[in-house]
């Protein structure tokens, strides 16, 4: 598996951004792995060779910079030799915060960046290309993302701190809308502006996370014990989950080469 590393940003940006991420795998030969469909948006670099995509049975190049929204469908990744990304790991509703753009705007795929942020996101990637470690491209990501946030329009909204609350799937959306003073709505509509997805959407993608990720750290765990431990309704309801979004049932599904987190 690739080595990962990550660095938190500027404390200017934590409210719009997670983490920075550096990926790479050193003269590794052309791998398939399995991204399951995770609770995030990011934009993605690519500074040596970008991977190829397979999206509900196709492959296709990827661009050497996208956007990936919230998704609700696997997408499987081969990634080639000598591969690394830099990836920039939003809040929610993070990416809409600091350029104004509707995430609800885009696919359920990858969107190329440059044709949605211009100039400005292309000097970044060619910074990023030519930077020397990982130390040096969050610098410039850094930079770019600060300059961009001092001039947003886009202000700080009760629900963007309503929707970053740690187990958001286990709120109901007469609670959610009434923490964020909205009407439910409003709350739906300002929800799917940030993200792409609809809120009860976006709670199973959670849950659902969740479920694959005490599976991935504690094989000898039971369907059972997890359907318990997440909070699913029966294993009937993960199971239909799980066939939902990645197409297999467990028993058949590939662990080993699938990116959980």
Aim: net charge positive; charged share 20%; with cysteine.
């Amino acid at each position: 598996m690739p080595d990962l590393l990550k660095i938190k940003p500027s404390p200017f940006l934590a409210p719009f951004i997670k983490e920075y991420w550096y990926v790479y795998w050193e003269k590794a030969s052309p791998v398939s792995l399995s991204n399951t469909p995770t609770p995030e948006e990011a934009i993605c670099f690519f500074p040596r060779n970008a991977p190829y995509s397979r999206i509900e049975g196709a492959f296709y190049k990827t661009a050497d910079t996208f956007i990936i929204r919230q998704s609700s469908v696997r997408i499987d990744m081969l990634t080639p030799n000598d591969y690394s990304m830099f990836k920039v790991i939003f809040q929610t509703g993070g990416f809409y915060r600091l350029f104004g753009v509707p995430m609800s705007l885009f696919e359920n795929v990858h969107t190329e960046t440059i044709s949605v942020l211009g100039n400005s996101i292309k000097t970044l990637k060619e910074q990023i290309t030519n930077a020397l470690s990982f130390e040096e491209m969050t610098g410039f990501a850094n930079k770019y993302f600060i300059d961009t946030a001092k001039k947003s329009k886009t202000y700080f909204h009760p629900v963007d701190q309503v929707i970053n609350q740690k187990g958001l799937h286990e709120y109901s959306l007469n609670t959610l809308a009434s923490d964020a003073c909205l009407s439910k709505r409003q709350f739906e509509r300002k929800f799917l502006t940030r993200t792409g997805e609809t809120l009860k959407l976006y709670q199973r993608v959670i849950k659902f996370n969740e479920a694959l990720k005490a599976k991935k750290s504690m094989p000898n765990l039971t369907w059972t014990n997890i359907t318990h431990m997440v909070c699913y309704y029966d294993q009937m309801h993960l199971l239909r989950d799980f066939k939902q979004f990645t197409n297999e049932v467990p028993s058949d599904f590939d662990f080993e080469n699938a990116i959980i987190y």
